[in-house]
Each structure stands twice: as structure tokens, then as C-alpha cells.
């Protein structure tokens, strides 16, 4: 009880922006760790968080090595990358070279030793960065405001004094004489989802419209980044709580029109969704929203009809972890379990299934949340043929 609501004064004190609260009591809970490592990752993970919303970059830098040590004390190897290299950026703006090269190496001698281990994408990402280290081809600050501002999200707890100091620099990386259209673009599409964050929607219009000017000039290789459809969700979202709703659906129009190939799309898919319908836009693939509290299971049943020849399942994960099993009954009481992944991390993209059923009966999706103590989940889930209708049981 004492640890979980201490982490919710915590996130209450980083939520109101008092980050110094924040990490005074994340800092108090981290000797729990040792005692509770179910836990010790999310604590260790938001004390980072924290710390980089006060560039705090060493702090930062420990702590995600704390959280790192959670989970090699315990033999797991998933994600322990991602987190070596999340300490060497925070390490490079701490100015602590050889800890960078300390945690780079690791994160290569993981990819080394578990050649046949299919990895998750944060730790692809974080292979992907300590090569273009080892090629002296890397931008850990840029890297690592994205990681900020996007992933981890720890913008949301800076102080306006603060997130100044981090649009001034952004502006200067992307100013910088010599600076390329894909670094300016990079630069502008982060600036442009902080004053999102921070509400302020004239100057995030402003410098969407920047941002998208350099479409054209933008290289190949970086289109794939999705910076320029971020740009359009920043600017319907801006025009809407601008209360300029035309405008809004005009940005989703062309958001719509652009390629869906590209890294940012599932972290879009839950914005764009929400914000289409609150608009009242009709979008070409309907999917349900759900919600699954901690410590909880979720049901949705769809009845199938004996003459559909396949059904068809996905679903989208807004952050964390979930685990997910689908089962068919049939109209005589058989059971069939089609589907059952443990544990789905939200980093993997979409769950897809399908199965073929030969008589009349139901589909099951379960949803488990039981194992979180602390976190709800969100979740885009649809079913096709799009006529079958899910409802929880």
C-alpha cells in the first residue's frame, strides 16, 4: 500500500510540473526496488523520466542503468539494450564519455551473444543507434529529446522554464548553418508536439507549417521517420482545441492521404482515432476503443454465424503491456483456443489473427491487465467481417 501511493504522489507531483516533489519521492522509493522487482523497473523508469524533464542527465543516466540492473538481476534480456542505450544519451549530454562507451558496448554484446533471440523494437532501435555510434554517424541530443518528447513523454512534467530552454535548443540544432532539411524537419516536428503539449497552438501551427514546407526536401531514408505526418496530427490538434474544427479536419485529411509506412504510425493511431472522433469524421477502418482497469481481465464476445468462411481479428496497444488470449466456442460447447500471447508489449505494433470456423459459435477476446499494479490499458480492437459486433461479456 505505502509503495503504491507513493508512486502516486509522485506522478501526481510530476504531472503538476513540481518535478523536484517528483523525484524527492521517486527517490525515496527506490531502495524498495531491491524488495519489490516487479516494480523496480516502472520506479527506476519514471525516475529517469523525471530526471530528464529537469536535465538532470546524469541522475537520468543512473537511474536508467538502476532500472537495467532490475531486470539482469532477474536474467531477462528483452528491452536491456534499449535501456543501455537510453543511459549512453543521457550520458553523452552529462559529457560522461567513457560511460557511454560502457553502456554502447553493452547494448552490442547483448545483439552479440543472442544472435538468434528475435528482439523487440525499442531494443532494435537501440542497436540501430550504437552502430551509427560506432560509425561516429549518431546525434545522441536530438536522439534522445525525441525519446523525450514522444516515447517517454517526460516533456509532460518540465516546467515552463525548462521546456523554453529545451525549444531553444531544438531551434538552434535546426538553425545551425549547414543544417540539412532532415535535421531541420526532425527539430520543427518536436517543437511543434511540445507547444501541443504545453497547449500552446498558435506557435505549434506556426512551426508545423515550417516543418511541412521541407517535405520535398526531405531524404528517402528519412521519410520513413514520420515526422511530416506527426506535423499534420499536430496541426489538427491544434486547430481543434483552436476551436477552428474546418481546419482540423482539413490536417486529417491530408494526414490520411499520407504513406502508413512509417515508425511513428502506431503511437498516431490512437491520437488520430480519438481526435477523428471527436470531430465526428468517419474513418475508413472502425476500431473499438476498450479500456482495462489494473489488476483486471477484459471479454469482448462476438457472435459468429455459421455461414462466415473466416474471421479476422487485430489490435493496437497504447503503451506498456497487456496479455491477450482468443478462443472460439462453438454452437455444441467445444472450445478452441486460437490465440494466447503472455505477455504483448505495446513496441511490437499490431496483433493480428484468423481462424476459419465451421459451425456457428462465438469468439472470445480476453484481455489480461491482472498482473499491473499501478497501470490501466488502452487498446484499439476490431473484428472483421466488419458486420460482427464485439461487446463485452
Same mark, same amino acid.
Given at each position: 500500500?505505502?509503495?503504491?501511493?507513493?508512486?502516486?504522489?509522485?506522478?501526481?507531483?510530476?504531472?503538476?510540473?513540481?518535478?523536484?516533489?517528483?523525484?524527492?519521492?521517486?527517490?525515496?522509493?527506490?531502495?524498495?526496488?531491491?524488495?519489490?522487482?516487479?516494480?523496480?523497473?516502472?520506479?527506476?523508469?519514471?525516475?529517469?523520466?523525471?530526471?530528464?524533464?529537469?536535465?538532470?542527465?546524469?541522475?537520468?543516466? $543512473?537511474?536508467?542503468?538502476?532500472?537495467?540492473?532490475?531486470?539482469?538481476?532477474?536474467?531477462?534480456?528483452?528491452?536491456?539494450?534499449?535501456?543501455?542505450?537510453?543511459?549512453?544519451?543521457?550520458?553523452?549530454?552529462?559529457? $560522461?564519455?567513457?560511460?557511454?562507451?560502457?553502456?554502447?558496448?553493452?547494448?552490442?554484446?547483448?545483439?552479440?551473444?543472442?544472435?538468434?533471440?528475435?528482439?523487440?523494437?525499442?531494443?532494435?532501435?537501440?542497436?540501430?543507434?550504437?552502430?551509427?555510434?560506432?560509425?561516429?554517424?549518431?546525434?545522441?541530443?536530438?536522439?534522445?529529446?525525441?525519446?523525450?518528447?514522444? &516515447?517517454?513523454?517526460? !516533456?509532460?512534467?518540465?516546467?515552463?522554464?525548462?521546456?523554453?530552454?529545451?525549444?531553444?535548443?531544438?531551434?538552434?540544432?535546426?538553425?545551425?548553418?549547414?543544417?540539412?532539411?532532415?535535421?531541420?524537419?526532425?527539430?520543427?516536428?518536436? $517543437?511543434?508536439?511540445?507547444?501541443? $503539449?504545453?497547449?500552446?497552438?498558435?506557435?505549434?501551427?506556426?512551426?508545423?507549417?515550417?516543418?511541412?514546407?521541407?517535405?520535398?526536401?526531405?531524404?528517402?531514408?528519412?521519410?520513413?521517420?514520420?515526422?511530416?505526418?506527426?506535423?499534420?496530427?499536430?496541426?489538427?490538434?491544434?486547430?481543434?482545441?483552436?476551436?477552428?474544427?474546418?481546419?482540423?479536419?482539413?490536417?486529417?485529411?491530408?494526414?490520411?492521404?499520407?504513406?502508413?509506412?512509417?515508425?511513428?504510425?502506431?503511437?498516431?493511431?490512437?491520437?488520430?482515432?480519438?481526435?477523428?472522433? &471527436?470531430?465526428?469524421?468517419?474513418?475508413?477502418?472502425?476500431?473499438?476503443?476498450?479500456?482495462?482497469?489494473?489488476?483486471?481481465?477484459?471479454?469482448? /464476445?462476438?457472435?459468429?454465424?455459421?455461414?462466415?468462411?473466416?474471421?479476422?481479428?487485430?489490435?493496437?496497444?497504447?503503451?506498456?503491456?497487456?496479455?491477450?488470449?482468443?478462443?472460439?466456442?462453438?454452437?455444441?460447447? !467445444?472450445?478452441?483456443?486460437?490465440?494466447?500471447?503472455?505477455?504483448?508489449?505495446?513496441?511490437?505494433?499490431?496483433?493480428?489473427?484468423?481462424? /476459419?470456423? !465451421?459451425?456457428?459459435?462465438?469468439?472470445?477476446? !480476453?484481455?489480461?491487465?491482472?498482473?499491473?499494479?499501478?497501470?490501466?490499458?488502452?487498446?484499439?480492437?476490431?473484428?472483421?467481417?466488419?458486420?460482427?459486433?464485439?461487446?463485452?461479456?
Amino acid at each position: 500500500g505505502g509503495v503504491f501511493f507513493s508512486g502516486l504522489r509522485a506522478n501526481y507531483f510530476g504531472v503538476s510540473r513540481d518535478v523536484p516533489r517528483a523525484l524527492e519521492m521517486s527517490d525515496s522509493m527506490a531502495p524498495m526496488a531491491e524488495k519489490l522487482p516487479a516494480l523496480g523497473l516502472v520506479m527506476h523508469a519514471r525516475r529517469a523520466a523525471y530526471a530528464q524533464a529537469s536535465l538532470q542527465w546524469a541522475k537520468a543516466a $543512473q537511474a536508467c542503468r538502476d532500472a537495467m540492473q532490475v531486470y539482469r538481476k532477474v536474467g531477462r534480456r528483452s528491452l536491456v539494450p534499449a535501456m543501455a542505450v537510453g543511459a549512453a544519451l543521457n550520458h553523452h549530454l552529462a559529457g $560522461q564519455k567513457d560511460e557511454v562507451e560502457e553502456m554502447v558496448s553493452l547494448a552490442l554484446e547483448y545483439r552479440e551473444k543472442e544472435t538468434a533471440k528475435k528482439w523487440d523494437p525499442p531494443d532494435l532501435y537501440a542497436f540501430r543507434l550504437a552502430d551509427w555510434c560506432r560509425a561516429g554517424t549518431w546525434d545522441p541530443e536530438l536522439e534522445l529529446f525525441q525519446l523525450m518528447t514522444v &516515447r517517454q513523454r517526460s !516533456t509532460l512534467f518540465m516546467s515552463p522554464a525548462d521546456v523554453e530552454v529545451l525549444l531553444s535548443r531544438l531551434q538552434s540544432m535546426g538553425e545551425t548553418d549547414g543544417a540539412s532539411a532532415d535535421r531541420r524537419c526532425q527539430c520543427l516536428f518536436l $517543437q511543434a508536439e511540445i507547444h501541443r $503539449q504545453m497547449q500552446n497552438f498558435d506557435q505549434g501551427l506556426t512551426v508545423c507549417a515550417e516543418g511541412l514546407a521541407l517535405e520535398s526536401k526531405l531524404s528517402e531514408e528519412n521519410r520513413k521517420y514520420g515526422w511530416i505526418q506527426y506535423m499534420h496530427y499536430v496541426s489538427a490538434a491544434c486547430h481543434f482545441f483552436s476551436g477552428n474544427l474546418k481546419d482540423a479536419k482539413d490536417s486529417l485529411r491530408k494526414l490520411d492521404a499520407c504513406s502508413k509506412s512509417h515508425e511513428l504510425y502506431f503511437p498516431l493511431l490512437f491520437k488520430t482515432t480519438q481526435l477523428n472522433r &471527436r470531430l465526428g469524421v468517419e474513418i475508413k477502418d472502425t476500431y473499438l476503443e476498450i479500456s482495462v482497469s489494473n489488476r483486471s481481465k477484459l471479454t469482448l /464476445e462476438a457472435a459468429v454465424p455459421a455461414d462466415v468462411e473466416a474471421v479476422d481479428w487485430d489490435f493496437t496497444l497504447e503503451e506498456f503491456s497487456i496479455g491477450f488470449n482468443a478462443t472460439f466456442v462453438a454452437k455444441d460447447g !467445444t472450445s478452441t483456443m486460437l490465440q494466447n500471447i503472455e505477455k504483448y508489449d505495446s513496441s511490437g505494433g499490431p496483433v493480428t489473427g484468423r481462424f /476459419e470456423p !465451421t459451425s456457428a459459435g462465438k469468439l472470445l477476446l !480476453t484481455f489480461d491487465n491482472s498482473f499491473s499494479i499501478l497501470r490501466g490499458k488502452t487498446l484499439l480492437v476490431r473484428v472483421q467481417p466488419d458486420y460482427l459486433v464485439l461487446s463485452p461479456q
